[in-house]
């Protein structure tokens, strides 16, 4: 089950297993670095398409990047180089940032400017169809001519206003139409086209890449969702008007808000919160329990104390995996719980409530450790399945928080420290137990094992 906004109700989806799942998923505009509401998009969806993935599908997981735009032109000029190097250098920033917050499931990543001649056909079948006009200044799409515009978002043609990048013209026959082909100004970037010199709007891009790639019909378009209107209820009309098919894509699925201190997050309120700047003092593992723990159609009203309750959560499940990997196991102890993974699969088959998970992932958690000492080998392993199978859907926490020569050092000072045990010289095993709790390694002696983790 998904809340689809179009239906406006949660539904089954009923993906097809005989055939690739295609998604896609509005991805950022390149002038600058994201924020961590473009973080609670990116991570929610990403875990939608591992746990589809999970269930034996195979998804194709399609996003779009905006790399010619009124905001990187101006970026730009304030800067002195050209619109391709902001767009060029803000998208690998974008994608080291997704690899630091564990966003490994996006299939391909398509730059609007490497689709110009799949643009410039769109613009030319809408023009030949009626559905756009040519001006003084460009091309607009004709709103009128498609009646069900609105009905993404709720609202009637006779209702809208003038939304984020449908910008008031004296050239339009309506307000409310829509630029799809900028003609050339001075000092912009342009391509050549049978419409004269120009780029493209915002909106046809996206149709342009997704039916390059997916047709007109596809099985999924998510985003935030600030972008149902204007944007998703363009690409709606600009698709349908070309192709006459009832729908764009089956299932719309958006995401909520971030508000920061209760109020929306915006760069004129001087209140964006950047994910690159986050990460200098959480994971990614951290940032995404922060935004995993609440639905994710919920608004959220994002703090250091959400993270720093996170952070513990997070180190609380990579302590109980090292446990496990590190301890022997003992006799075993009766009536042992398992259907953990599968009260996990409910809570995600229902509306892909990640809280829900979460909440059963931490009583998993708080049974596995209040038994720890006893559990048998094949109560072990079970539960480091039940770890790994939520590391891979949820990636809230880190299944190798330290590597190589981190790992032998501490194993060194562990084995002196055991020997200077042996020998009954505790002030310096006591020495050493300080130090490395000093550098957030905490050991456990258990018997004549000593089990250890980094907090």
């Not at 997981?61 to 009124?70: K, M």
């Not at 007109?216 to 698709?239: K, V, W």
């Not at 513990?312 to 995996?321: A, P």
Request: glycine share 8%; net charge negative; with cysteine.
């Amino acid at each position: 089950m998904i809340t689809d906004s179009l239906r406006k109700e949660k539904i089954e989806m009923n993906l097809d297993r005989n055939r690739v799942v295609r998604m896609f998923v509005c991805g950022p505009t390149v002038q600058d670095k994201i924020h961590i509401g473009h973080a609670r998009t990116y991570i929610f969806f990403d875990v939608l398409a591992r746990y589809i993935r999970s269930r034996g599908y195979d998804l194709f997981y399609l996003q779009n990047i905006t790399d010619v735009d009124d905001r990187i032109i101006k970026k730009s000029r304030e800067e002195g180089i050209s619109a391709e190097e902001v767009a060029s250098r803000n998208l690998n920033l974008y994608r080291e940032i997704l690899s630091s917050i564990g966003i490994n499931s996006i299939n391909f990543f398509a730059r609007a400017t490497l689709f110009m001649d799949e643009i410039r056909d769109q613009v030319a079948r809408l023009l030949s169809k009626g559905h756009a006009y040519r001006t003084s200044d460009g091309i607009y799409f004709r709103i009128s001519s498609f009646p069900e515009f609105g009905r993404l978002s709720g609202q009637s043609l006779e209702s809208l206003i003038s939304g984020a990048r449908i910008a008031p013209n004296e050239n339009k026959e309506d307000y409310r139409d829509f630029v799809i082909w900028k003609l050339r100004k001075e000092g912009e970037p342009f391509w050549e086209s049978p419409f004269g010199q120009g780029r493209p709007g915002w909106h046809i891009e996206d149709t342009a890449i997704t039916e390059s790639f997916f047709g007109p019909t596809y099985d999924i378009h998510g985003g935030g969702s600030d972008l149902q209107f204007p944007h998703h209820e363009a690409e709606i009309a600009i698709e349908r008007s070309i192709s006459g098919e009832e729908y764009l894509a089956r299932f719309w699925i958006h995401t909520g808000m971030v508000n920061i201190r209760n109020e929306k997050m915006s760069k004129s309120l001087g209140n964006s919160v950047y994910v690159s700047d986050l990460l200098k003092s959480y994971s990614g593992s951290e940032i995404r329990m922060a935004l995993l723990k609440s639905g994710y159609r919920s608004t959220i009203n994002f703090s250091q104390d959400m993270l720093d309750e996170a952070k513990l959560n997070s180190t609380g499940l990579t302590t109980l995996f090292r446990k496990l990997k590190n301890s022997k196991p003992g006799k075993g102890i009766d009536n042992f719980r398992t259907g953990w993974i599968e009260r996990m699969q409910e809570f995600l088959d229902d509306d892909m409530d990640t809280r829900g998970a979460i909440i059963a992932l931490n009583e998993f958690s708080s049974y596995i450790n209040s038994n720890l000492d006893n559990i048998s080998q094949d109560q072990r392993e079970y539960a480091i399945n039940v770890l790994q199978w939520s590391y891979d859907i949820l990636g809230i926490f880190d299944l190798n928080p330290d590597s190589g020569s981190s790992n032998s050092l501490i194993e060194s000072m562990i084995d002196l420290r055991n020997s200077m045990r042996k020998k009954k010289d505790f002030h310096s095993a006591d020495m050493i137990r300080e130090k490395l709790r000093e550098g957030g390694v905490y050991i456990e002696d258990r018997g004549d094992t000593t089990v250890w983790w980094i907090e």
